[in-house]
């Protein structure tokens, strides 16, 4: 039972991915078919993320009354239900309305399976699980990329992604008996009901910093993805072609880097991969910086931040019950999650504006800065927290 449960939350995180980056995939084609500006998909995404930030701050209340397993279910029957709206419909403003139930699922279930593992399984497994998020945010452009050139549209590019969230959704409830565990656990942990209220969790020590740390991880990771192939073209003199490659393969840096830290997560402890990938991250920026004509350094540097970023996440989610003890943890992921989506919706167009008013040369100067501030945070978290890390 222990093993099959295990195996439905690797499931369950390919669904996470699954939705993310369908938007970024079908866009080009989407916009001129609904007759608005190619900037329209940024009002999408932004409903999208206030949904996951809204249902992140009350994700904890939701799980203390409902249990973690019929959260999850319910928050990807959202999700499926809202890729299903999104294939049948043909004006912009059906887009935003779905985009509702579409971000409210994506932070629930977030939170929650987060929590889960967090409280019931080894490290390890919060490696690993995040690797196979990045396996579904793979597997959704390839179908959509299919559907594009076989001359099937966007909406059945949406529609059959959302017939994977409806099967995925029948097996996590089928499956609901088995979430009812929680005497015995991976981690020896027996967590408790009781959680604070969202101004109560504020007030516990630390927590400012680790929001500071997470809100300055996504923010990096989302800007080094989202500017990385504009960057090299337009400052390093790549050419598009090599530049989406590698821009890619610093997702694939992230994914390969979880599936291998997933192996020493539990021998080398949270604090120190959160130590060890965050100089990793900046070896690679540093490697942005350096004044190489043939742009071959610059290319390795992304690369090499994924590689970085891989432990980051993970790390910090896992620390979570050790740092604010179990009973408070499925809130303070809550409000974990909000940050983490406030740093990566909003941070990247900030660097926009500064690449389109200043210079898009300051790519790695932005990125070092977010870089330096998390260090900071991290460390300043690991003194202060309730609870040290190993």
């Not at 100089?279 to 004044?291: D, E, T, V, W, Y």
Request: hydrophobic share 50%.
């Amino acid at each position: 039972m222990y093993s099959l449960l295990l195996a439905i939350i690797y499931i369950a995180f390919i669904s996470l991915g699954l939705p993310d980056s369908l938007l970024g995939s079908a866009w080009p084609v989407m916009y001129p078919q609904l007759g608005v500006p190619m900037s329209y998909a940024g009002i999408i995404t932004m409903i999208i993320a206030g949904g996951t930030i809204i249902s992140s701050l009350l994700s904890y209340k939701l799980t203390s009354r409902l249990g973690a397993g019929f959260v999850t279910a319910i928050s990807v029957m959202m999700t499926a239900l809202a890729l299903f709206g999104f294939s049948i419909s043909n004006h912009f403003l059906l887009l935003c309305l779905w985009a509702i139930p579409y971000g409210l699922g994506a932070g629930a279930v977030d939170a929650a399976l987060n929590n889960y593992v967090a409280l019931h399984y080894a490290s390890r497994h919060m490696s690993w699980l995040h690797c196979f998020w990045g396996v579904g945010a793979s597997i959704s452009p390839y179908i959509m990329s299919y559907c594009l050139t076989n001359g099937f549209g966007w909406h059945n590019g949406y529609r059959s992604v959302s017939f994977l969230q409806i099967i995925l959704t029948a097996m996590l409830f089928i499956s609901l008996p088995l979430w009812k565990r929680e005497k015995t656990s991976e981690n020896g942990v027996s967590p408790k009901n009781a959680s604070p209220r969202l101004m109560q969790i504020f007030k516990i020590k630390g927590v400012k910093f680790v929001l500071s740390t997470f809100f300055c991880y996504c923010a990096l990771e989302s800007t080094t993805g989202l500017w990385a192939s504009s960057y090299l073209v337009n400052s390093r003199g790549i050419d598009s072609e090599t530049a989406a490659k590698f821009a890619s393969l610093f997702f694939l840096g992230i994914t390969f880097g979880r599936f291998l830290s997933g192996f020493i997560a539990d021998k080398m402890g949270d604090k120190t991969l959160i130590r060890l990938g965050t100089g990793i991250l900046l070896l690679g920026m540093a490697l942005l910086i350096l004044p190489d004509r043939s742009g071959t350094a610059a290319l390795a540097g992304l690369v090499i931040i994924g590689f970085g970023c891989a432990p980051i996440y993970p790390s910090i989610i896992h620390s979570t019950p050790a740092n604010f003890g179990e009973e408070n943890s499925q809130a303070i992921i809550g409000v974990q999650m909000a940050s983490a989506y406030l740093g990566s919706t909003f941070m990247p167009p900030v660097f926009g504006l500064i690449a389109d008013k200043i210079n898009i040369g300051l790519y790695p100067e932005y990125l070092i800065l977010f870089a330096v501030l998390m260090l900071i945070t991290s460390e300043m978290l690991n003194k202060t927290a309730g609870v040290k890390l190993k």
